[in-house]
């Protein structure tokens, strides 16, 4: 059974197929988001609910300039944690880095010289904290031989991520007619780096660094602002605007915010301020359930028992406006029927939380329980209500395709 569109079979059909809705708060009429722009581009999340704060047009493609600098950096992150490449790993900087990205070229590099010899640890930072062009291609260049094949590996890595819409064609963030990307992606990935590699994340928020006797400031504006800003990276190019992906931390509180599309790079440093100033502000947390808590039930196919309960690792927060009532839904989705046997601690579903018109929240269900293969007397009786009740599952989601 394929996953349907979840909104109209919850209202008519329920947990027949594969949706559920839980209520929470009052059943108010959903608001408008409050908060007004000028990024065409936008989404701010809080990093430990993973909960939406705001969002205009994030699944939007569009070019990530030096942002795609943010997945070259992970590439590097992952080398090293895994013990493939060390700080002290040394990579020459060819004339093509030292050309097409580095002082020839007019772009922001860290002006390494050509058939130089540079630590991965200084490469780092001048891709980090000077957005070096040169420093980004050295690193793909001593990764995978050529630019165009560690392009290949940012594809790979990315869907390995679960960003499934991006699309990266060099490691540097120039102009490039299929490379695109979608603000929520970024955000991902940046909260993907930022719980993986916390040591290492540290350096996105390093104020400046010198290299071949040139010093340079980060160009991360937050960073010089009073708002507890700590990483991450902005980009520009004609085909972009002006973008940023941003994080701070407030009183104990991350959120994350990626804009794209800015027309100048005052307009990126005040509205990022103003997006995260507001985000930190005009919140506050609810808990739907807490970690390990039964969320819910599913039912089960051919198992020794007819249902399923399910948990979540972590609490299930929202965060909603401060002060204010709204209305809060939570559905679980999975793809069914689902089928034994099924293994404790197994992703079999996700819950879905929105507050208001916004997709609020979305993590995965764990199986809080192991489920059998049952004998076959359980599973022929499974099998006839199959039968009986497929064919509404068809003939339903052939009405939802059209609707």
């Known amino acids: 059974m394929r996953q349907f569109h979840i909104r109209q079979i919850a209202i008519t059909l329920g947990l027949l197929f594969s949706a559920m809705t839980l209520a929470a708060g009052l059943p108010q009429a959903a608001r408008a988001q409050n908060f007004q722009t000028l990024a065409p581009t936008a989404v701010l999340i809080d990093a430990d609910s993973e909960a939406v704060l705001f969002e205009k047009n994030a699944d939007e493609l569009v070019a990530p300039a030096s942002m795609a600098k943010i997945m070259t950096v992970e590439i590097v992150f992952n080398e090293l944690k895994n013990g493939r490449l060390t700080m002290d790993t040394e990579f020459t900087v060819s004339e093509n880095a030292w050309r097409t990205g580095g002082a020839a070229s007019g772009g922001s590099a860290m ?31 001593g990764l995978s031989g050529t630019e165009e094949n560690f392009a290949r590996r940012m594809n790979q890595r990315a869907k390995e991520l679960g960003l499934t819409q991006s699309t ?36 996105f928020a390093e104020r400046e660094f010198t290299w071949n006797k040139i010093r340079q ?5 937050l960073l ?37 599309g800015l027309k100048s790079s005052k307009d990126r440093a005040n509205e990022t301020r103003k997006l995260l100033e507001w985000g930190f502000r005009a919140f506050e947390s609810r808990q739907l359930f807490d970690k390990g808590q039964v969320v819910g039930e599913i039912p089960v196919y ?17 965060l909603v406006n401060r002060g204010e009532e709204e209305r809060v839904t939570a559905r679980i989705v999975y793809t069914g029927p689902l089928k034994a046997p099924i293994q404790k601690g197994t992703e079999v579903a996700r819950i879905q939380v929105d507050r208001g018109d916004t997709r609020a929240l979305e993590m995965p269900l764990y199986a809080d329980g192991d489920v059998q293969v049952g004998t076959l007397s359980q599973r022929a009786l499974d099998g006839l209500l199959e039968m009986s009740t497929g064919w509404v599952r068809r003939a339903f989601s052939s009405v939802v395709d059209n609707i």
């Open 111 to 141: 002006f390494a010289k050509v058939n130089s010899s540079v630590r991965v640890e200084d490469l780092l930072r001048g891709i980090i904290v000077q957005s070096g062009n040169d420093a980004a291609i050295a690193i793909a260049e």
């Open 302 to 318: 051919g198992g020794d028992r007819r249902s399923l309960p399910l948990v979540a690792k972590k609490p299930v927060r929202v």
């Open 224 to 260: 010089a602002m009073d708002i507890g800003a700590d990483g991450l990276k902005t980009g520009h190019i004609n085909e972009s605007g002006y973008g940023l992906v941003a994080s701070a931390v407030q009183n104990g509180q991350r959120l994350i915010l990626a804009v794209n």
């Open 168 to 203: 990266f064609r060099n490691a540097t963030g120039y102009g490039h007619p299929e490379q695109k990307v979608t603000v929520r992606e970024l955000a991902k990935l940046a909260l993907h780096i930022i719980e993986t590699y916390p040591d290492l994340y540290q350096i």
């Open 217 to 221: 400031q980060n160009r991360n504006p």
